[in-house]
């Protein structure tokens, strides 16, 4: 057991130096073209992805201990947030911007098709690298034909709210960070992720992105794609949009204090 989660860490931290290196080197070969972003969008997706499968093989093949599943949640989402280079890396993110008008509408749509390439990419990637039998785990994962039961783990009415409940919550917390210094909004972010993973990880792994959801649950039988789209991909996205609702609009309108009369209109009005 101890052997295969080292293989494993050395194998995310691999991927994560790999897509460091390959982000470097297309932002400075795209810099003049426009591209870079999108360049720096899709390694990031990339790396993300593939971070997420062996993370999910070590959890769910693996049977490694809930406490240090969720410790690696934390720490390679500690990782991401510092390399990902500005990339969102979720289409619920690309949305939120493109809303907020930080972006184009067509800006926005050449990222997700971005983000979705690169989930399909590290979903094929995944296979392979298993293929290699570098550790005991992945050497029974080959033998069992890299099967995966669906992740859905309740009726699908629950499974709708809890990828709601968690899009949600994850909304409302990135939404007030902007509050803290950068090197305790990244613990911020980690800790969020991993809160919802403990809460709603048993029920639909609590994935909040329709990217890396695509990445990692679509592959696995046992519900339909109509499921899982409702599941991985609508869900979460009214999720974070009835966060965002709530920060802009109701949570200012309660606020709101009503407007104060004018002396001469008090007076007039108790005379």
């Not at 280079?85 to 800006?107: K, M, Q």
């Not at 983000?115 to 005991?136: D, E």
């Not at 902007?178 to 992720?193: D, F, M, Q």
């Not at 994935?207 to 046992?222: E, K």
Request: charged fraction near 10%; include cysteine.
């Amino acid at each position: 057991m101890a052997a295969d989660v080292l293989v494993s860490l050395g194998l995310v931290a691999g991927i994560v130096a790999l897509s460091h290196v390959t982000r470097s080197v297309a932002s400075k070969a795209l810099a003049r073209t426009g591209l870079s972003s999108y360049a720096v969008e899709l390694v990031s997706t990339f790396q993300l992805c593939c971070c997420a499968h062996e993370l999910k093989l070590l959890s769910e093949v693996g049977g490694i201990a809930p406490g240090l599943a969720l410790t690696l949640t934390y720490l390679v989402t500690v990782v991401h947030v510092l390399t990902l280079s500005g990339a969102v890396g979720n289409p619920s993110g690309t949305l939120e911007n493109a809303y907020r008008r930080r972006i184009s509408r067509a800006c926005a749509l050449r990222q997700i098709a971005c983000q979705f390439a690169a989930a399909a990419a590290a979903r094929a990637a995944a296979p392979q690298l298993w293929g290699l039998g570098l550790s005991g785990l992945h050497v029974r994962h080959k033998l069992l034909g890299f099967r995966c039961a669906s992740p859905i783990n309740a009726p699908l009415p629950h499974a709708v709210a809890v990828e709601f409940l968690c899009a949600f919550a994850v909304q409302m917390v990135i939404t007030h960070l902007s509050l803290l210094k950068e090197k305790y909004r990244v613990h911020a972010v980690a800790g969020i992720i991993t809160a919802v993973v403990y809460a709603g990880g048993e029920v639909t792994g609590a994935v909040c992105n329709p990217a890396l959801a695509f990445s990692i649950q679509f592959p696995c039988g046992g519900n339909t794609f109509l499921e899982y789209s409702l599941v991985y991909w609508i869900s979460p996205l009214i999720g974070m949009m009835a966060s965002v609702l709530m920060c802009d609009q109701i949570i200012p309108a309660m606020t709101r204090k009503p407007p104060q009369l004018h002396p001469s209109m008090k007076k007039k009005k108790m005379t």
